[in-house]
């Protein structure tokens, strides 16, 4: 049996406030192999955040087992979560978390100096990705200076700077209208054409019927997993816009490339 990128097992979360608990994620096992595009949907509060959150190392679960790569993360100490987030996964998120008073190339900087990556290095991979994020003319902005659809890029070139294999985005097209939003989606297809895992918590059933797998949550449980009774264990995908299946259209162009069109299109 091929090895998870992302596995979960018995996962529970348990949130408590004063006398009483929530019980976010009850039980939940699921398997996310290198490659895929999986769209996680549910109504709110069915724990999708959650889920997101603890497959990115910025959550724990209360019980069960979380493996990365392989590697058992559930057991290692909040220090080495960080290097194991830093390196391995990006996050986008629906209000952006950008630092409001650094410019847009030093929000994108930002991971490579946690890192401690050495200045020119990171100058010159900051100024490839505000190339391809079509940004180049929005390097010394601040985020309030900056629209929805450019602080989302800005976001997603930070989330990648670092080549993580992982790529974790919730709800990341909710503060943008449809336009915008989908050139977001198409960024991240993108990225998961080039190899990158891609996860997006969607609302949104056109996003959601993009994704090549979707995993339906309700009450903090996996209800449906379009992956389940089909082929549990999918072969690696082939480049998205190709041979994706009914129930996912081709995604187009966008697809492929780690450079969009600069700037066009996006408000
Ligand atoms: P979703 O993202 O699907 O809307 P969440 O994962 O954010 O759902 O939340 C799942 C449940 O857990 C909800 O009932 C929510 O109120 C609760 N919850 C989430 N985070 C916390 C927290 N930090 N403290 C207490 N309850 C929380
Ligand atoms: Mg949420």
Request: aromatic share 2%; proline share 7%; net charge neutral.
């Amino acid at each position: 049996m091929p090895n998870a990128l992302v596995e979960l097992g018995g996962i529970e979360r348990v949130f408590r406030l004063g006398d009483s608990e929530v019980h976010a994620l009850r039980t939940l096992d699921l398997r996310i192999h290198a490659g895929e595009y999986v769209a996680v949907m549910g109504p709110s509060g069915s724990g999708k955040s959650t889920l997101l959150n603890i497959v990115g190392l910025l959550d724990r679960p209360n019980d069960g087992r979380y493996r990365l790569e392989g590697r058992d993360v559930t057991t290692l100490s909040p220090e080495e979560q960080a290097q194991v987030r830093s390196r391995r996964i990006g996050f986008v998120f629906q209000s952006f978390h950008l630092v409001p008073r650094m410019t847009a190339a030093d929000n994108i900087a930002l991971p490579m100096v946690l890192a401690g990556i050495a200045p020119r290095e990171r100058a010159e991979r900051v100024a490839r990705a505000l190339q391809d994020y079509g940004l180049r003319d929005r390097a010394d902005h601040k985020p309030d200076e900056l629209s929805g659809g450019q602080r989302q890029r800005v976001a997603i070139a930070r989330a990648t700077i670092m080549l993580p294999a992982l790529i974790l985005a919730d709800e990341p097209t909710g503060n943008l209208d449809r336009a915008t939003g989908d050139e977001v989606v198409r960024l991240l297809e993108g990225l998961n054409a080039r190899g990158v895992t891609l996860i997006i918590v969607t609302h949104d059933p056109q996003i959601g019927a993009r994704a090549r797998r979707r995993v339906m949550m309700e009450d903090g449980a996996i209800r449906h997993d379009t992956a389940m009774g089909a082929d549990p264990h999918p072969s690696p995908l082939p480049p998205a816009g190709g041979g994706a299946g009914p129930l996912s259209p081709a995604t187009g162009e966008g697809a492929g490339s780690l450079s969009p069109p600069a700037g066009r299109g996006l408000g």
